[in-house]
């Protein structure tokens, strides 16, 4: 008799694999949905871009459609932007045609700005986004808007700021104000003073002395409100400078190294680079902080350095120069300190070479047999800037030190 094996699977294999496959279902299937729907809400974001872009082509060449009064809006409907060849048919995840009643509506916010956004409906994939603010039937023409007095300034200037500049500074634009059928506020911006927007100072403006330092209350009063703001005078000081130089220097025996050597920096002196600290000249600096102290060359202001929280900064100069320079600083309020007396910059960053010459007597061309004199001499090469041979010692000032 011959004896066959049996070939399949027992039950029990049969219900261990349907197990397993379960368990990897379970943890797939929310990973795979996941995924699905990362790529459904990244294809409509594509969609909401490319249509918004088009809407916002079509009121480029057609600026008479563009809303003419702040907050009112203007829209434009997706039948019109495919029929203007402003795009292709538009299709959802699902591939059927979006809504045709679809648009993107353009918001006025100032004289040239203006906010687009996209309406968007594709009932064939249930995707909508029209549920936002900015799609809202509230930005209808039914509206109502205001011009009502926004919240008044609390300003930061020095003493001695210019009545010109104290008005400049205090002049406030009424906001524009939105509101719905029920009363309640959808939306509110700033005019600036544009297309007929009032522009308002306080009514007490004579009653500030910029000469003493101090906290002065403004009165701001517009369509029957009043308002409160407040102006504080500070101190109007050039910043603090420290100055030191540091020269690299040629110390050791025939085999010389270098270092560099830090020194007091007085005025009219050469380095090869300076390092300058820059602290404020008065720490009464209101609520206003230094946002960067500012140099002058050649007539013409430019940032020099970018202070830390503390206003505190330092930097370290090596650009080749020979000039009379001066600093300031500039405030977060906008307001420019004084200027300091000029400073004698004068940098050579020519690397120092120092000449070290043994002389005595050798024996063959390696030992000297008896005394031996050493003279050190620096390379004295032609340097424009300076129009001489002179240039930045490499032997320190203190003299020669042998290792």
């Known amino acids: 008799m011959t004896n066959r094996k049996k070939s399949g699977f027992t039950l029990v294999e049969v219900i261990g694999a349907i197990v397993i496959l379960g368990i990897i279902a379970i943890i797939a299937i929310p990973y795979f949905t996941r995924n699905l729907e990362s790529f459904r809400e990244d294809y409509y974001q594509n969609i909401e871009m490319n249509l918004t872009s088009s809407g916002r082509e079509f009121y480029l060449d057609n ?8 907050l009112e809006a203007s829209k434009v409907t997706l039948k019109t932007l495919q029929s203007e060849h402003y795009i292709d048919e538009v299709l959802d995840y699902e591939g059927n045609s979006c809504n045709k009643d679809s648009y993107v509506i353009v918001i006025k916010k100032s004289k040239e700005e203006y906010e687009y956004h996209l309406c968007l409906k594709c009932d064939g994939d249930e995707y909508d986004n029209t549920n936002k603010n900015e799609c809202d039937s509230v930005w209808n023409t039914t509206d109502t808007l205001t011009v009502e007095l926004g919240d008044p300034p609390v300003i930061y200037v020095y003493i001695g700021t210019d009545r010109v500049k104290l008005r400049e500074k205090l002049t ?20 600036s003073g544009e297309e007929g927007i009032p522009l308002i100072l306080p009514s007490n403006i004579d009653t500030i002395d910029t000469s003493k330092i101090g906290e002065y209350e403004t009165i701001y009063e517009y369509g029957g409100v009043t308002k409160k703001g407040k102006v504080i005078i500070y101190e109007n000081s050039a910043p603090n400078i420290s100055i030191s130089k540091i020269n690299k220097v040629v110390t050791g ?9 830090r020194t007091n920096w007085k005025a009219g002196d050469w380095a090869q680079k300076l390092k300058i600290t820059f602290t404020p000249g008065d720490s ?14 050649k007539n013409r202001w430019t940032d020099l350095c970018i202070p830390n929280n503390n206003n505190y900064c330092e930097i370290e100069l090596t650009e080749e120069m020979n000039e009379m320079v001066s600093f300031r600083t500039i405030d977060s309020e906008g307001n420019i300190g004084l200027e300091t007396r000029g400073y004698e910059i004068k940098i ?17 061309s390696e030992w000297f047999t008896g005394p031996v004199t050493i ?15 002179e240039t930045i010692s490499g032997i320190s000032d203190r003299g020669i030190t042998l290792g």
């Open 63 to 70: 600026r008479l459609y563009l809303p003419t009064k702040y």
């Open 172 to 191: 406030i634009a009424a906001d524009i104000v939105k509101y719905n059928n029920r009363g309640e506020e959808i939306a509110r911006v700033n005019g």
């Open 253 to 261: 025996t025939i085999n010389a190294s270098e270092k560099e050597e």
């Open 284 to 297: 009464s600096l209101g609520n206003s902080t230094i946002t960067r102290y500012q140099w002058k060359r």
């Open 348 to 364: 050579d960053n020519t690397d120092p070479v120092c000449n070290v010459v043994a002389t005595g007597n050798k024996e063959g």
């Open 375 to 389: 003279s050190f001499d620096e390379d004295k090469t032609y340097d424009q800037e300076r129009d001489s041979k």
